[in-house]
């Protein structure tokens, strides 16, 4: 299933039987950007867990139109410093990470950010420097793509209609293993 237009911001993701349970929705994820698939990969994905964590933060993006109207590497790199602070004594402000776990386990990285009616998301696959226990962000290709409300509006409901069905599915589920 393709939720969006994967030339320029959708959503991907099909389940594997092989890979489910009865109460787990498992399957292929990732991100189309600009006609690219983030991950490059085939990963194994917890689907119902990180569909309604996109949802969640696509629905409910921060807004802040300074960072939404500079240049893609600045502004990639101001949010990361916001997620992931270097103080330890500053709270991680995790509203901007879009990527489930999954996806952040291959290494990328994935933020949104809404200005007004317009959702705007940056993605990159930087190298992580274990000594400094941060990203290089030296010669970093991000990648961007915004939507406006329309395209917005109708990957919330195509997703919300998704969740629905995965919801139905789980309590199926549930409700058939208890009965005799």
């Known amino acids: 299933m393709i939720i969006g237009d994967p030339y320029k911001f959708a959503i991907m993701f099909d389940e ?3 890979w489910s349970t009865c109460d787990r929705l498992s399957g292929h994820f990732a991100f189309c950007m600009n006609g690219k698939m983030l991950p490059e990969g085939i990963i194994n994905a917890i689907l119902d867990n990180a569909l309604a964590k ?3 933060k696509l ?3 921060p807004e802040d139109a300074e960072l939404f109207t500079m240049d893609a590497a600045a502004a990639f790199g101001c949010i990361y410093d916001r997620v ?4 330890i004594n500053r709270d991680n402000d995790y509203r901007f990470e879009l990527a489930p776990e999954e996806v952040i386990d291959e290494g990328y990285i994935v933020f949104v950010i ?3 009616d317009e959702i705007r998301v940056l993605a990159a696959n930087p190298k992580y420097d274990r000594e400094q226990s941060r990203c290089i962000f030296d010669g970093l290709e ?3 793509a915004v939507l ?3 395209q917005y509006e109708e990957m919330i409901s195509r997703m919300e209609e998704h ?3 995965i919801c139905c599915r789980n309590r199926n589920a549930r409700t058939n293993r208890r009965q005799p």
């Open 59 to 61: 629905k409910n993006a």
């Open 142 to 144: 991000v990648t961007e």
């Open 163 to 165: 969740l629905r069905k």
């Open 148 to 150: 406006d409300e329309e």
């Open 16 to 18: 594997v039987r092989e």
């Open 84 to 87: 992931y602070p270097s103080d």
């Open 114 to 116: 809404r200005k007004a």
């Open 54 to 56: 996109v949802y969640d």
